[in-house]
């Protein structure tokens, strides 16, 4: 058996990329944080991407190995102090990873996330021919559990009632996490609604167990909106959370 052949995810060919979902989701997250240096003119390693965030997205521990024996992604580990103008790392090597671990695409990953598997314009890379919206890494709503997660992370769960939170929360579920949606709760004459809806959103993005994605109002107040915390942020939030474990 040779070695393509053995590759997760099916990879049969060089050019191509795999199959797996994990895979392909981590890819895109990579992919993005490198244009989103390119685009500030950053050095790279400013936005690279911490470990939590590809398991969150479905990458299996499997997955990154594959991905650092093929020369798609190098990794070092995160020593930067809070306020310091650019992110600084330990350079790590092999296939073992600390919590602290940051992942970027090389050269080579770049060009095969960018590749895409040559799909048409306008359609992300990897995709399989599908807009973006519908293959992105959504999170999920458990109402008997009364859980949001994303991936295999738990994101927040509830143990008191929180009937506004979770009316929102079963809103986007039953749409299928599409990246807005009208404000779904009921008229109540004594709250203004712009600011009911502000209220609700402060608090799903308060106390996060892993904050790892970001509710805001549109301007007007008549939707809500959901998207995947920045790595940065997300970063922040966690530490916030691990000061007050005290999730509702």
Not at 36 to 51: G, H, K, T
Not at 56 to 65: F, H, N, P, S, W
Not at 208 to 221: S, T, W
Not at 227 to 248: I, K
Request: aromatic fraction near 6%; charge should be negative.
């Amino acid at each position: 058996m040779n070695d393509e052949a053995a590759s997760p995810g099916g990879l049969k060919q060089p050019n191509e990329l795999p199959d797996g979902t994990g895979l392909r989701a981590a890819f895109a997250l990579l992919q993005h944080a490198l244009d989103c240096a390119r685009d500030a003119q950053a050095p790279p390693w400013d936005f690279a991407l911490e470990i939590e965030q590809l398991f969150a997205a479905g990458l299996t521990i499997t997955d990154l190995r594959w991905m650092v024996v093929k020369g798609l992604v190098e990794h070092a580990d995160e020593t930067s102090v809070h306020g310091e103008e650019h992110r600084s790392f330990t350079p790590s090597r092999g296939l073992t990873f600390l919590p602290t671990t940051c992942v970027m695409l090389t050269a080579k990953g770049a060009a095969l996330a960018a590749r895409g598997n040559e799909v048409p314009p306008g359609e992300n890379p990897g995709t399989n021919g599908k807009p973006a919206a519908e293959t992105r890494i959504k999170p999920r709503w458990d109402a008997a559990r009364r859980a949001l997660s994303l991936g295999n992370r738990t994101i927040k769960q509830f143990h008191v009632p929180a009937p506004n939170q979770e009316q929102v929360l079963s809103a986007f579920e039953d749409d299928g996490w599409p990246e807005s949606i009208d404000d779904p709760l009921a008229d109540e004459f004594d709250i203004e609604p712009k600011t009911r809806l502000n209220n609700v959103v402060y608090r799903l993005n308060n106390k996060q167990r892993a904050a790892l994605i970001r509710f805001h109002v549109n301007g007007q107040g008549r939707s809500v909106h959901w998207s995947l915390r920045a790595p940065q942020t997300a970063r922040a939030g966690a530490a916030a959370a691990n000061e007050s474990r005290a999730a509702l």
